[in-house]
């Protein structure tokens, strides 16, 4: 009886959601609840079983060897109960979403968001839009986008964090910046929110910068950092291969964080939620 207790879906899903996105906080918006309540579902799994499944901190929470021990198990229960719902039903997940997303999201993690989101959904079809997060804002407020991946856009509320970390200066290995001379810098366009927030930082520091390159595209830039001509804003989670951070004896003015976030339709759209899903779970594992 404890053991077809502790399969209650609702109480597995918890369990995962919990371990995809590493806080208690970014399950509950994944989950579209309370945070109160995700924590309650996990004490009650908790005691069901009799083990601690997570072992917290203020800033974390990671899977004990019991939770690891488990969450296998419980990911092979709801694809389970998935499998089942849709044999009963007879409608498995399809549509067509289109999704947008920043291009340094494109080039690095979007492979393995989509092999996972394939494997699980193979008769959803997606069309993928790379961009400027400000344009692809832009794409969905005009209803031409259903998803968008992008960096958090200053007074915007909206989204579920997928994940929050400072942004870097970044070259190519070795690169040293003029330590008296303006700041060779390599810049997406405007309106690039890495590019407004570099330069807002330099004035703040009265650091003198001059833009050295421009580019729409991150293959153009990562091309002129490899070239040795400057360097760029970039995140380190996402960071193009052959790139490194600058040293920090280079005393540049520190950067920022910069949160990472899906806005989507919001519930009661399964596609939509289904790949909010698999990238929060490409976060919490990266």
Known sequence: MMIMDAAHPDLLVAFVTVTETGSFTAAARALGTRQSTVSQQIKRLETILGRALFARDTHRVALTVDGETLIDPARRILDAYGAMERQVSGTPLRGRLRFGASEDFVLSALPDVLASFARRHPEVD????????????????????????????????????????????????????????????????????????????????????????????????????????????????????????????????????????????????PVAEALTKSILSWAGSA
């Open 126 to 269: 997606l069309v993928v839009t790379a961009g400027l997060s400000q344009t692809l804002y832009d794409a969905f407020d005009a209803g031409t986008l259903d998803i968008i991946f992008v960096k958090r856009r200053s007074g915007d509320p909206r989204g579920v964090t997928a994940w929050r970390e400072a942004v870097e200066w970044v070259s190519r290995p070795g690169y040293q910046p003029d330590a008296e001379g303006a700041l060779a810098l390599l810049l997406y366009p405007p309106p690039s929110v890495t590019r407004a927030m570099a330069i807002a930082t330099l004035d703040q520091a009265r650091r003198p910068w001059r833009v050295a390159f421009t580019s729409a595209s991150l293959s153009g830039l990562t091309a002129a950092v490899r070239a040795g001509l400057g360097m760029m804003p970039h995140s380190l989670r996402l960071l193009p291969a052959g790139l490194a951070r600058v040293t920090a004896d280079a005393a540049l003015p520190v950067l920022p964080e910069m949160e990472f976030v899906i806005v989507g339709p919001g519930r009661g759209e």
